[in-house]
């Protein structure tokens, strides 16, 4: 059954009421627990005094007939010892509520704000789904949760990405696909409403650091990333002969001539070919290392290879795609777009070069 949102709210109170009566009653017997250790080991710390002290008389008055409290046995074993196993699950359990109590509390602050803060809600959500195993009665509160999270994240997408699409067709650009994820060209814009953050990527290869969640933002960063891997001036055939190099290198620390290198390690040679000299012969500093990503080589490698099909004298360079355990892993393969979307290339992990 669904509540509504006011429901929910009264549910959700309902049970923080509930829980922090239990959270009270153990923090109360958890300080009496404290207080008795305190006054046992008073009390311990007294007697150990007296016993210390009349020994010290003994030894100056050795004929002195021993007095009656002298012979108090040992108190008995303290009540803070007898009690620090359940005082330890009582602090457990203590702790677990605090967690309960912060969770009901985002949940109602989540609800009670206008528009519903996804943020909060989510976060919420998250707390709950980790609670519900060991707080049976949080289960329904969990589901009803996700039902409002996922009616939010629905109404947050075609909100913002209405408002995200007349901003890129005002430019003249079209966007594909519906929230979270969108397409524009090659370029996919992943939009993150539970960290209200976006990301842009080049295929599946992230351009740039996270971003906030703004349409001028995205927009912004849209822009720099299609100039910075589509917008530049390379020269083809410079570009071919130093990832021939690179390709050489790899081959020769592997031990190997003349067969396939793995194309990031190529990648990572070649970009480290790309230096200036300062960087390489003087001092490689950050301030004059000259950067090259991997959504701008995965670029390169589709104009030059696949499109311009471009030689290295008699030599043709050849992409191999990944097997599946190598798209797992960055430091294995390289997502190279081949048509005009994201979604559209391969994950490409060998590079070779040979004669036709």
């Known amino acids: 059954m669904f509540m509504s949102q006011e429901e929910l709210i009264a549910q959700a109170e309902h049970l923080r009421q509930a829980y922090n009566q239990r959270r009270n009653l153990i923090s109360g017997i958890l300080k009496d627990i404290r207080g008795s250790y305190q006054a046992q080991r008073r009390e311990q710390d007294r007697y150990a005094r007296l016993k210390a002290n009349y020994s010290q008389y003994l030894e100056i008055f050795p004929d002195e007939q021993p007095l009656e409290v002298a012979m108090v046995p040992d108190p008995p074993q303290a009540t803070w010892l007898i009690l620090e196993a359940p005082r330890a699950r009582l602090s457990t359990n203590l702790k677990a509520l605090d967690r309960v109590a912060s969770a009901l509390k985002t949940l109602n602050d989540s609800l009670r704000t206008k528009p519903t803060d996804v943020v909060k809600l989510a976060k919420a959500h998250e707390m709950l789904q980790k609670l519900q195993s060991s707080f049976p009665d949080l289960s329904m509160l969990a589901e009803q ?146 950067e090259y990503s991997r959504a701008q080589f995965a670029y390169d490698a589709d104009r030059f290879i696949n499109r311009e099909q471009l030689k290295y004298g008699k030599l043709k360079p050849f992409m191999r795609s990944s097997s599946r355990q190598q798209t797992e892993s960055s430091e294995r393969s390289i997502w190279i777009v081949t048509g005009d979307k994201p979604s559209v290339g391969s994950y490409v992990s060998t590079l070779s070069f040979k004669e036709e």
């Open 145 to 290: 949760c996700a039902s409002l999270l996922e009616q939010a994240y629905e109404d947050l997408s075609v909100t913002f990405g209405g408002t995200l699409r007349d901003a890129f067709a005002a430019e003249g650009l079209a966007v594909e696909g519906r929230p979270p994820k969108l397409d524009v060209g090659r370029f996919c814009i992943d939009l993150n409403f539970a960290k209200r953050q976006a990301r842009i990527l080049y295929g599946k290869e992230p351009v740039g650091k996270p971003l906030k969640l703004s349409v001028e933002g995205i927009l912004r960063a849209y822009r720099a990333a299609h100039k910075a891997i589509m917008g530049r001036q390379v020269d083809g055939q410079k570009w071919l002969q130093r990832l021939y190099e690179a390709w050489q290198v790899v081959n020769f620390r592997n031990g190997r001539r003349a067969q396939d290198a793995n194309l990031v390690a190529c990648y990572i040679e070649l970009a480290l070919h790309s230096q200036e000299p300062a960087f390489l012969n003087k001092e490689p500093r950050k301030s004059l290392f000259k």
